[in-house]
């Protein structure tokens, strides 16, 4: 990278880790962040994905959508590598964020994983205090300085800290359901990302627990690139910027403006997908 450059690569281990967000430099909007080139994934035989050409926008909300099996959580997956966990998976093509490979042999997934956090569809907050969940990232880094303070921004940005500031030594899993979820959230953000990758985030919650997600990921998308993938499509016509449509045998649609996408879609399998003719 030159000294003009502006635009945060990947560390190979996570010796940076310690680097403050607001003294990162960040892309602009609309410049993208993840970009995908010729991806495609196999499982086995099954073909999970064909050359797919994907650009995330930096502090966008970014909707993958689809019908069942068409690859969704495959694609999210590849951006972190949590797909190397999966032995049957093999990956080719570019998966590029801020412009490096992340597929490269000097990429440390653990230090790409920082970088680019994830929440799942369950929540899954670990059999410790509301404070250790969000403490347990930074504390794995190293990082011992500012503890509390740090714990409280990122249970503010989750919109936690208000319900939990009184009992923060009181066990995560006695959390409802939609506060364990913000909790998750909480514990991904602490330790600063970049991206914060998304697995219908809100499908195991209740409507009002769903909608302050729905409002918290609006939020997030301030200060991080988010991608989230969803079932459900008024969710992503309410709080997405782009989205992009795969296809059954994990085939990219379309991609484009949520307004564009959701009212005027270019290709007919979409509209048809879109107004729920199959799916
Ligand atoms: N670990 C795995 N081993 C083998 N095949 C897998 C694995 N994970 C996914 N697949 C297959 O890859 C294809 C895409 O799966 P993926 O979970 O990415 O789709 P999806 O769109 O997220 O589905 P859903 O909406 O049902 O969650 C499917 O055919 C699925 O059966």
């Not at 359901?177 to 959230?185: E, K, T, V």
């Not at 514990?187 to 302050?212: F, G, H, N, Q």
């Amino acid at each position: 990278m030159s000294d003009t450059d502006t635009t945060p690569t990947i560390s190979t281990d996570v010796e940076d880790s310690t680097s403050e967000r607001e003294t990162r430099p960040t892309p602009d909007s609309d410049e993208a962040v993840i970009e995908s080139r010729n991806l495609s994934v196999h499982y086995g035989d099954v073909q999970a994905l064909q050359s797919i050409d994907l650009q995330i926008p930096n502090r966008q909300v970014t909707a993958i959508i689809g019908p069942s099996g068409c690859g969704k959580s495959t694609f999210l997956r590849c951006i972190n590598r949590m797909n190397d966990l999966v032995e049957a998976a093999t990956i080719d093509g570019k998966l590029l964020f801020n412009g490096t490979d992340v597929y490269e042999e000097d990429i440390d997934p653990v230090a790409l994983r920082r970088r680019i956090g994830m929440v799942f569809q369950h929540p899954n907050p670990f059999p410790k205090s509301i404070y250790d969940n969000v403490a347990y990232g930074l504390r794995i880094q190293g990082i011992t300085d500012d503890m509390d303070e740090r714990v409280e921004q990122a249970l503010k940005r989750a919109a936690l800290w208000d319900e939990v500031k009184d009992q923060l030594d009181k066990s995560a899993l006695d959390l409802s359901g939609g506060q364990q979820q913000r909790l998750c959230i909480a514990r991904a953000i602490a330790v600063d990302p970049d991206v914060l990758l998304m697995d219908e985030p809100a499908s195991a919650l209740d409507p009002i627990a769903t909608s302050k997600i729905e409002d918290l990921i609006e939020e997030l998308a301030e200060e991080y690139t988010v991608a989230i993938v969803t079932h459900n499509m008024q969710q992503a016509a309410r709080i997405s910027d782009k989205t992009a449509v795969f296809l059954t045998g994990g085939e990219l649609a379309e991609f484009g403006d949520t307004q564009k996408i959701f009212e005027n879609p270019d290709s007919q399998r979409v509209e048809d997908y879109i107004t729920g003719k199959f799916g």
